[in-house]
């Protein structure tokens, strides 16, 4: 005897199937929405989604973000306005869609094309975005264009907004990228993937700022690597209410290097989870993972990094490290690094530590006449500052550590 | 009188350290407490700057006649008490100008003073390094992180000659120190020696003694002063230890 059990579909869940059937699309935006279908949101019995369960946590799916009327274009562009420059030419996304009339002309060597850009749908978020995004904004870098600094802008409004960029460094590029979500309100339901492919002995220092108050984000980098490339993410996230970042990065040539660092400044019931995979497909690879949170009152934290070494990929050298201060008795740090190791030629390690504020420190700072609470804030930026030092480019860790002290004015204050 | 501190009982984790202990530091004078490893030395000093965790179940500390234990580490400080610490602690991702920058500026503000400005700061860290041979590019790195033992002194006496304080407590300062050292940071404290200014000296050994000569020397044991004398009573001590002492408070 066989029982089916039935999932019920939660209220959520019956909007996506209700707004996917109105826009009636076909090929590969229908199949993606299929297997998300199929499985439904994640919830905590998905061991990727343990600590964060989407399905409970999304209690209504916002409607669609429309295409940019005039009126949201120059809202949009209000937005913009202050915002100080990052990169040299600015790329801008309003609601998920490429806003030429409020970006940079490209640099000689670099297009910007719309095209539909695919990609393995097997995970909620990617199926989601796979069947709702609008066009995907492709970078294409020529293979003689000089070093490339661009400034991703996304502005955010309302609704349930998708955005998806795909970039290819060519061989030897050089390539900066600050990529910035901001506008976003707690009716805006966020989910932005980017495709990242970096070719052989190319480079690519990316950049990731989530400081807007999205009531969800959901971001998903996809990073290929070649052999001899390099790619670096800072992520500074502290703002939406629900942040999930999932990289999903692999090495398919030897010799690449990775390094994913980030930092997460979380209070009130804000939720933040950094979910990511390195996968070493090639030998002499190195991966780098290092995150740190401050997390105060009631909000969580999580951070679940695995690092696959496939057989072949020996001398891989990775190194994981995972460091939370916790403000509060009520908050709280769920840490899940993995190593999965096939190969027996590799060095590989893991770290992670939960603490409080150290009194010792405190305690220091006040004998020398300094404020408890100013005392605190000295060690909470520092505790920030000293991640924020993994970003190369200076005008980009300036941006981050004014965003850091931001926040902590606002705790204070 | 300073710092007069009144039958002071302390405990932590319920153990008691200090036990009726009775001292009193008269304005300009330069007091040294020995003793055993163990008597209480430290927890009296840490009592003083009001480190927490010290339960005070007696007693209390005077400081110019109004009541310390009611204070907060930073009010006392601004108050113009001063620990040179036995162990400066760490604090990574602080550069040590900011620090000094800080501390200068918290305290004048608790006094109702404003903020120094930027060039008025510089010289007077640029000033006090130059006299404890401080390298001034250290001063840019993270508060004692990576300093030898002899530069985390060095740059206690400095924080010290930076924030004038009344009432300067120096827990073990000898301690960890080579003869050279010894002698700069010794220098260092008795540049600042004057008439309103009094010190408490915290030792194991006559050593420092040598450099800082006490106008007076209690011994402790025991959590409590067992006897007081002149600078002569440290070279006794020197000579026959603390076994005479260790009897006299049991």
Request: proline share 5%; net charge negative.
């Amino acid at each position: 005897m066989t029982s089916h059990v039935s999932r019920l579909r939660t209220e959520a869940e019956t909007a996506l199937e209700a707004q996917f059937a109105a826009l009636d699309l076909k090929g590969a935006r229908s199949d993606a929405f299929a297997a998300f279908s199929a499985k439904g949101l994640p919830s905590r019995r998905d061991e990727a989604w343990h600590y964060t369960d989407l399905r409970a946590a999304l209690k209504h799916a916002a409607p669609l973000a429309k295409a940019p009327d005039a009126a949201r274009m120059q809202a949009a562009g209000a937005t913009l306005q202050p915002l100080p420059r990052v990169g040299e030419t600015r790329l801008v996304l309003v609601d998920g869609h490429y806003a030429p009339s409020l970006s940079d002309r490209a640099p000689p060597g670099v297009t910007f094309v719309l095209a539909e850009a695919t990609t393995q749908a097997d995970d909620a978020l990617l199926a989601l975005n796979t069947a709702f995004a609008p066009a995907a904004l492709g970078v294409e870098i020529a293979a003689e264009a000089g070093p490339v600094s661009l400034e991703i802008v996304h502005i955010d409004g309302p609704g349930a907004v998708y955005a998806r960029i795909a970039l290819s460094a060519p061989k030897r590029a050089v390539v900066a990228v600050f990529e910035r979500f901001e506008g976003a309100s707690r009716e805006t339901q966020r989910n932005a993937v980017a495709l990242i492919d970096v070719a052989e002995g190319a480079s690519c220092e990316w950049t990731t700022l989530v400081a807007d108050a999205a009531a969800l984000h959901l971001e998903a980098p996809v990073v290929r690597l070649a052999g001899d490339a390099r790619f670096t993410n800072f992520a500074l996230v502290c703002g939406p209410a629900l942040a999930r970042r999932q990289i999903d990065a692999s090495h398919s040539g030897p010799g690449a290097k990775i390094a994913l660092n980030g930092l997460s400044l979380i209070d009130g019931v804000r939720h933040a989870d950094t979910t990511l995979t390195v996968r070493h497909s090639a030998p002499h690879g190195e991966s780098r993972e290092f995150f740190r949170h401050i997390v105060a009152d009631e909000a969580v934290g999580v951070y679940q990094g695995k690092v696959i070494v496939d057989q072949y990929a020996q001398k891989t050298d990775g190194g994981m490290k995972s460091q939370a201060l916790l403000l509060s008795p009520n908050a709280q740090m769920n840490n899940k690094p993995e190593l999965e190791i096939f190969a027996d030629d590799v060095v590989c390690g893991h770290g992670a530590t939960v603490a409080a504020l150290d009194p010792e420190q405190i305690f220091y700072l006040q004998a020398r006449g300094i404020v408890r609470a100013d005392a605190e804030a000295m060690l909470l930026e520092a505790f920030g500052i000293e991640a924020i030092e993994r970003v190369a480019d200076e005008k980009a860790r300036d941006a981050l550590n004014e965003r850091l002290r931001d926040w902590l004015k606002r705790r204070a204050g | 009188m300073m710092l007069e501190v009144k039958n002071l009982s302390v405990s932590i984790h319920d153990q008691p350290i200090l036990d009726g202990l009775n001292l009193k530091v008269e304005p300009g004078q330069v007091a040294a407490i020995m003793g055993p490893n163990g008597s209480g030395k430290s927890t009296l000093s840490y009592v003083i700057a009001g480190k927490p965790d010290y339960e005070v179940t007696g007693g209390e500390i005077l400081f110019d006649g109004e009541n310390l234990l009611a204070l907060e580490p930073n009010e006392r400080a601004a108050k113009g008490v001063f620990l040179a610490f036995q162990y400066p602690v760490e604090i990574p991702g602080v550069a040590t100008m900011t620090f000094l920058k800080a501390s200068l500026n918290a305290q004048r503000r608790a006094r109702g003073e404003g903020d120094l400005t930027t060039p008025d700061f510089m010289r007077q860290v640029k000033t006090a390094a130059q006299s404890l041979k401080v390298d001034f590019d250290m001063l840019k790195r993270p508060v004692n992180v990576g300093f030898s033992g002899g530069e985390k002194k060095r740059v206690e006496i400095l924080q010290m000659a930076l924030l004038q304080p009344r009432l300067c407590v120096l827990d073990e300062t000898d301690s960890g120190l080579d003869i050279d050292a010894l002698r700069i940071v010794s220098e260092g404290v008795n540049a600042l020696r004057d008439a309103g200014r009094s010190f408490l000296v915290i030792t194991h050994y006559q050593r420092l003694l040598d450099h800082i000569k006490p106008d007076v020397v209690h011994v402790m044991s025991k959590g409590r002063i067992v006897k007081t004398g002149g600078a002569d009573l440290a070279l006794e001590l020197e000579r026959n230890g603390y076994r005479d002492y260790s009897e006299a408070a049991a």
